[in-house]
């Protein structure tokens, strides 16, 4: 237990993420399914994405459970809702944000093109 104290200590957000992010996951599989279920699951992974280092690789699973497409559905909206909610509180429009989000993963691309060329993680 004592990395769990050191996580929450340190203020890392896993702890309280990856149970939402595994409570989704379960809501999904149980059956039968519904829409109270899907919109619950869809949140609760959703919720997860506060931290996408963790959590967005497990929106694969979200996908491609067999014959549910509506939780994926209800997970894209949510991402579209929110983003259009926070560049309510910008100065900026929602297209010149996007255009300066693009501009700068371009110039971390090239910058570390440069540094290491051949692209081979060092050891």
Known sequence: MY????TIGNGQ??????PLL???????????????????????VLTALVKPSISAPFFWIVLFVPGRLRPAFFMVLGCVLLTLFATGFQDASLLSLIQGWLGRAQQSVMWRTVRNPSGLIPL
């Open 13 to 18: 957000l896993i702890v309280h993420l990856l």
């Open 3 to 6: 990395a769990t104290g050191a």
């Open 22 to 44: 595994v409570a989704g996951l379960l809501i999904l599989h149980h059956q039968p399914y519904g829409w109270r279920k899907d919109l619950l699951a869809a949140a609760f």
